[in-house]
């Protein structure tokens, strides 16, 4: 799945405009990074844990020539560790159950709950 497939999944799972869904994508990525470059971990409960890692120098060999061997320099990589319902998830290939507040209606300053569709109940008789 690639980022607008992202977007249109999840678009059609909270029925978001795709635009909305698209900045929220964006503004979540991009905070994500500016936590990681600062040196923060970023955690989501149950699906996982972002962070920075320092990775120590090391010697490698270069692909190009494998009798090579050439000094690769200390650095500091982004990693994921995965939450325990996303690793159930994954094991099981059952996905965890979806919970989505409904959509919140803005009327006069104050934040009101969308009404239900009301069915008129037919009693028998």
Known sequence: MNKSELVDAVAKTTGLSKA????????TIY?????????????F???????????????????QNPTEKIKIPAKKAPAFSPGSELKEAVATGR???????????VMAGKAKA???????SSKRR
């Open 31 to 43: 905070n994500i990074s500016v936590s990681l470059s600062r040196g923060e971990k970023v955690t």
């Open 95 to 105: 996905a965890p159950k979806l919970e989505i507040v409904p959509k919140v209606m």
């Open 114 to 120: 969308k009404p239900k569709s009301s069915k008129k």
């Open 45 to 63: 409960v149950g699906f996982g844990t972002f962070e920075r890692r320092n990775r120590k120098a090391r010697m490698g060999v270069n692909p």
């Open 20 to 27: 909305d869904v698209d900045r929220a994508v964006k503004g």
